[in-house]
T-cell receptor
Framework: EAQVTQNPRYLITVTGKKLTVTCSQN?????MSWYRQDPGLGLRQIYY???????DKGDVPEGYKVSRKEKRNFPLILESPSPNQTSLYFC???????????FGSGTRLTVV | DQQVKQNSPSLSVQEGRISILNCDYT??????FLWYKKYPAEGPTFLIS?????DKNEDGRFTVFLNKSAKHLSLHIVPSQPGDSAVYFC??????????????FGTGTKLQVIP
């Protein structure tokens, strides 16, 4: 089944403890992206990647890192999480320029 | 600065009637627009898109209209079905910024279709 898989689905962590949310797609898509969803703010793009080793900032990149060492994987790294990064995170992938993204099921992150 | 705005947080429509979801944008560089549907506990699902060279795109019960001069687009669902009840996000992108991969979303409109 073609899909974007994120792990974990739920995560509670403490301020300052580094964490990684993994994302993998099995559709051989060139493009991948991370979003966060917050009440009243919709979906905001954190980072996106056009290909292996090619990434760029979205609208809210502060406090996040990404890497794209393999085409299928695009992990989101929070080096020092803070409570304002408590959010619902979505990873997504797309085959090309004018195609919509396929989203994962989301990761609910709580930073206390 | 919200570049893509969905001013109606919610909308209720009777089954069988037309649902019209609206979206306004402020960035004149946007030239590609998309609609996504999102059910609770799931990721958004791509629904339909339109390029700025068109003013209408149709896919089954879903039609998107684009009015570039007004910087406004709308999604029409006809006829509306209870399974259409979801949050709908409008999104926009620009070939000049991120090559359509830098996508800006609106805040969403929750549609409820009443049987």
């Amino acid at each position: 089944e073609a899909q974007v898989t994120q792990n974990p689905r739920y995560l509670i962590t403490v301020t300052g403890k580094k964490l990684t949310v993994t994302c993998s797609q099995n559709m051989n898509h060139e493009y991948m992206s991370w979003y966060r969803q917050d009440p009243g703010l919709g979906l905001r793009q954190i980072y996106y990647s056009m290909n292996v080793e090619v990434t760029d900032k979205g609208d809210v990149p502060e406090g996040y890192k990404v890497s794209r060492k393999e085409k299928r994987n695009f992990p989101l790294i929070l080096e020092s999480p803070s409570p304002n990064q408590t959010s619902l995170y979505f990873c997504a992938s797309s085959p090309g320029q004018v195609y919509g993204y396929t989203f994962g099921s989301g990761t609910r992150l709580t930073v206390v | 600065d919200q570049q893509v705005k969905q001013n109606s947080p919610s909308l209720s429509v009777q089954e069988g009637r037309i649902s019209i979801l609206n979206c306004d944008y402020t960035n004149s560089m946007f030239d590609y627009f998309l609609w996504y549907k999102k059910y609770p506990a799931e990721g958004p699902t791509f629904l339909i898109s339109i390029s700025s060279i068109k003013d209408k795109n149709e896919d089954g019960r879903f039609t998107v209209f684009l009015n570039k001069s007004a910087k406004h687009l709308s999604l029409h669902i006809v006829p509306s079905q209870p399974g259409d009840s979801a949050v709908y996000f409008c999104a926009a992108a620009s070939a000049y910024s991120g090559g359509y991969q830098k996508v800006t979303f609106g805040t969403g409109t929750k549609l409820q279709v009443i049987p």
